[in-house]
């Protein structure tokens, strides 16, 4: 495989507490590889030990053939970085803080005003070029800040959440526009806990809990190996009832979540016949995805 | 990651300070009233209402004595608030420094981009003292000239002290320890309003440690067109302060920011 990113066993404490707990991975050229994961399971970590940002207490981590962190300025002349939280600078217009940005590349003006027509329209904001930063709203301020992380014209891009707190139609261009990324050759690296975006985006993709990665592979493998590929969700007051008398007969494997009950089967043709007796349930039958994966994994208990 | 390595240093903490000074240019009109404004008070209201009553000090009015301690306490104040005020808000509030860490440039850049962009500040600052002191006619050598460089010092100075403390501070209301116990008894003890030798012997002793006191004993005599008596052990004070405080402030922020 031609990595570009590879870590081997890298292991990180804070204050006594193992936040990234032997995690190895290697990711290939032109992948788009995602990290997936509740709240505090040591993505944002992961991704600072791979830029270099934090030094590892034990292991081997390679970007773009750089050792890291020994060699992460250099490593990083190739990469751009979308954070999770906004940090953009607010004093600036949009054009303004590409041109400052580009600069810590050691960029001249010059080049990267003739980079800015491509990365303004990459962001649909040639339109609010000069415009202040403070007016644009949450969607435009992530495109921006996706065109900054590709000033330098980056090999890699790490995207810490690329999504969190946008609505639908935001959402859905960023998505676009990372496709457009990975159809370029770029490689890409996110951290998402949306299921729907791993499973359209990201080519490969690691499991994360606890600080260790629990699960690795393309979304559809992780699906097939990890769970059986039909649903049948269950809901309604008596659903735990009929659960506990009927579920077992007919799925393989089934878990009751409040009102809602969640059949796993190879074939759910037996169950929905028997779900006919029973018109006080409703149900739905859908083919399992990666949120069902995520849960068995992870667990279904909250992530505070 | 050794947080006490020696700082390395490259000229990647320029394009920093330039994103600094865009920032300032597009408030260069208040900012520069504000650093002729408060010295020109203090020179007009002190100088003239408080010199009015006093003598002579070494042969000098109380205004012209006065003027070499306001330019040094103007330059420690810019540098001073730049680095705990502006700096907090670029590494804490703003989160400037996490956008320019992903770029390749390294914390001893950010840190080293601080040191100068405050100590330009207090370049600006010396400089605009400087000329309220000369149009007041309160200085006639072309020594004076060389309150220009020292400003720039006492910038470095006080800008890599006071990241010390922005380096330590959890919040903004932390700043009022560091500027009610470290830089008002400087300002009242290092030789701005008064001679040090006026002060009782522990306090002159204490004073001579500070590093205001030695930015003073270089101004004064150069705004009154004669030459410094100890100018390397001057110097060598105001520089000391300054590189320990860019290693201390580094180490300090390589441990806060590896959280």
């Given at each position: 495989?031609?990595?570009?990113?590879?870590?081997?066993?890298?292991?990180?404490?804070?204050?006594?507490?193992?936040?990234?707990?032997n995690?190895?991975?290697?990711?290939?050229?032109g992948?788009c590889?995602?990290?997936?994961?509740p709240?505090?399971?040591?993505?944002?970590?992961?991704?600072r030990?791979l830029l270099?940002?934090?030094?590892?207490?034990?292991?081997?981590?390679e970007?773009?053939?750089?050792?890291?962190?020994?060699?992460?300025?250099?490593?990083?002349?190739?990469?751009g970085?979308?954070?999770?939280?906004?940090?953009l600078?607010?004093?600036?217009?949009?054009?303004?803080n590409?041109?400052?940005?580009?600069?810590?590349?050691?960029m001249?003006?010059?080049a990267?005003e003739a980079r800015m027509?491509?990365?303004?329209?990459?962001?649909s904001?040639?339109?609010?070029?000069?415009?202040?930063?403070?007016?644009?709203?949450?969607?435009?301020?992530?495109?921006?800040?996706l065109a900054?992380?590709?000033?330098?014209?980056?090999?890699v891009?790490?995207?810490?959440e690329?999504?969190?707190g946008l609505?639908?139609q935001?959402?859905?261009?960023?998505?676009?526009?990372l496709?457009e990324l990975?159809?370029r050759?770029?490689t890409?690296?996110l951290?998402t806990?949306?299921m729907e975006?791993?499973?359209r985006?990201?080519?490969r993709?690691a499991?994360?809990d606890?600080g260790r990665i629990?699960?690795?592979?393309?979304?559809?493998?992780?699906?097939?190996?990890?769970?059986?590929?039909?649903v049948v969700?269950?809901?309604?007051?008596?659903?735990?009832?009929?659960a506990k008398?009927h579920?077992?007969?007919?799925?393989?494997?089934?878990?009751?979540?409040g009102?809602?009950v969640?059949?796993?089967?190879?074939?759910a043709?037996d169950l929905?016949?028997?779900l006919?007796?029973?018109?006080?349930l409703?149900?739905?039958?859908?083919?399992?995805?990666?949120?069902?994966?995520?849960l068995k994994?992870?667990?279904?208990?909250?992530?505070e | 990651?050794?947080?006490?390595?020696?700082?390395?240093?490259?000229?990647?903490?320029?394009?920093?300070?330039?994103?600094?000074?865009?920032?300032w240019?597009?408030?260069?009109?208040?900012?520069?009233?504000?650093?002729l404004?408060?010295?020109?008070?203090?020179?007009?209201g002190?100088?003239y209402g408080?010199?009015?009553?006093?003598?002579?000090?070494g042969?000098l009015?109380?205004?012209?004595?006065?003027?070499?301690?306001?330019v040094?306490?103007s330059t420690m104040?810019s540098?001073?608030?730049?680095?705990?005020?502006?700096?907090?808000a670029?590494?804490?509030?703003?989160r400037?420094?996490?956008?320019?860490l992903?770029?390749?440039?390294t914390?001893?850049?950010v840190?080293?981009s601080?040191?100068?962009?405050?100590?330009?500040?207090?370049?600006?600052?010396?400089i605009?003292?400087?000329?309220?002191?000369?149009?007041l006619?309160?200085?006639?050598?072309?020594l004076?000239?060389w309150?220009?460089?020292l400003s720039?010092?006492?910038?470095?100075?006080f800008?890599s002290t006071?990241l010390?403390?922005?380096?330590?501070?959890?919040g903004?209301?932390f700043?009022?320890?560091?500027?009610?116990?470290v830089?008002?008894?400087m300002?009242l003890?290092?030789g701005?309003?008064?001679?040090i030798e006026?002060?009782?012997?522990?306090?002159r002793?204490?004073?001579?440690?500070?590093?205001?006191?030695?930015?003073?004993?270089?101004a004064?005599?150069l705004?009154?067109?004669a030459?410094?008596?100890h100018?390397?052990?001057?110097i060598?004070v105001?520089?000391?302060?300054?590189?320990?405080?860019y290693?201390?402030?580094?180490?300090?922020?390589r441990?806060r920011l590896?959280?």
């Amino acid at each position: 495989m031609n990595s570009v990113i590879r870590a081997e066993k890298i292991v990180k404490n804070y204050a006594g507490q193992r936040v990234v707990d032997n995690v190895s991975l290697e990711i290939a050229r032109g992948e788009c590889f995602g990290l997936l994961g509740p709240n505090g399971a040591g993505k944002t970590t992961t991704l600072r030990l791979l830029l270099g940002l934090i030094s590892p207490d034990s292991g081997k981590i390679e970007l773009l053939g750089e050792a890291i962190p020994e060699h992460a300025r250099k490593a990083r002349l190739s990469v751009g970085v979308v954070p999770q939280m906004d940090n953009l600078d607010p004093d600036f217009t949009v054009a303004e803080n590409l041109l400052v940005y580009g600069r810590y590349f050691g960029m001249t003006d010059a080049a990267i005003e003739a980079r800015m027509p491509e990365l303004l329209e990459f962001a649909s904001l040639t339109h609010k070029k000069d415009v202040k930063v403070p007016t644009l709203s949450g969607g435009m301020k992530r495109r921006l800040t996706l065109a900054r992380a590709l000033v330098n014209d980056p090999e890699v891009i790490f995207l810490d959440e690329p999504t969190t707190g946008l609505d639908p139609q935001a959402r859905h261009l960023i998505w676009q526009r990372l496709r457009e990324l990975t159809a370029r050759g770029k490689t890409l690296v996110l951290t998402t806990h949306f299921m729907e975006e791993a499973e359209r985006l990201c080519h490969r993709l690691a499991v994360m809990d606890n600080g260790r990665i629990i699960s690795q592979g393309a979304p559809r493998k992780l699906i097939a190996e990890n769970i059986e590929p039909e649903v049948v969700e269950v809901f309604g007051e008596q659903a735990e009832n009929w659960a506990k008398t009927h579920a077992a007969n007919h799925a393989e494997r089934f878990e009751v979540s409040g009102e809602s009950v969640f059949c796993y089967v190879m074939d759910a043709h037996d169950l929905l016949l028997e779900l006919q007796n029973h018109p006080e349930l409703r149900y739905m039958h859908r083919p399992a995805n990666l949120e069902d994966v995520f849960l068995k994994l992870t667990g279904r208990e909250m992530r505070e | 990651m050794n947080f006490f390595a020696l700082p390395q240093l490259s000229l990647r903490f320029i394009p920093i300070w330039r994103r600094n000074y865009m920032v300032w240019k597009k408030m260069a009109g208040p900012s520069i009233l504000g650093h002729l404004a408060d010295p020109v008070i203090y020179m007009l209201g002190l100088g003239y209402g408080l010199g009015g009553m006093l003598p002579q000090i070494g042969g000098l009015s109380y205004i012209a004595f006065l003027s070499a301690g306001t330019v040094c306490y103007s330059t420690m104040n810019s540098a001073s608030f730049e680095a705990l005020y502006s700096g907090f808000a670029r590494m804490q509030e703003q989160r400037t420094w996490e956008a320019i860490l992903n770029a390749p440039v390294t914390l001893d850049d950010v840190v080293l981009s601080e040191i100068v962009w405050a100590a330009s500040k207090s370049l600006l600052s010396g400089i605009a003292v400087l000329l309220v002191i000369w149009m007041l006619g309160l200085s006639h050598s072309l020594l004076s000239l060389w309150i220009i460089p020292l400003s720039l010092l006492v910038g470095l100075c006080f800008a890599s002290t006071g990241l010390i403390v922005t380096a330590l501070a959890p919040g903004y209301e932390f700043f009022m320890y560091y500027f009610t116990l470290v830089i008002t008894p400087m300002t009242l003890l290092c030789g701005v309003f008064f001679p040090i030798e006026e002060l009782p012997p522990l306090l002159r002793a204490a004073s001579a440690a500070l590093p205001l006191t030695h930015a003073v004993n270089l101004a004064r005599p150069l705004l009154n067109g004669a030459i410094p008596q100890h100018i390397l052990a001057d110097i060598t004070v105001l520089l000391s302060y300054a590189l320990a405080g860019y290693y201390v402030s580094l180490v300090l922020f390589r441990k806060r920011l590896s959280q």
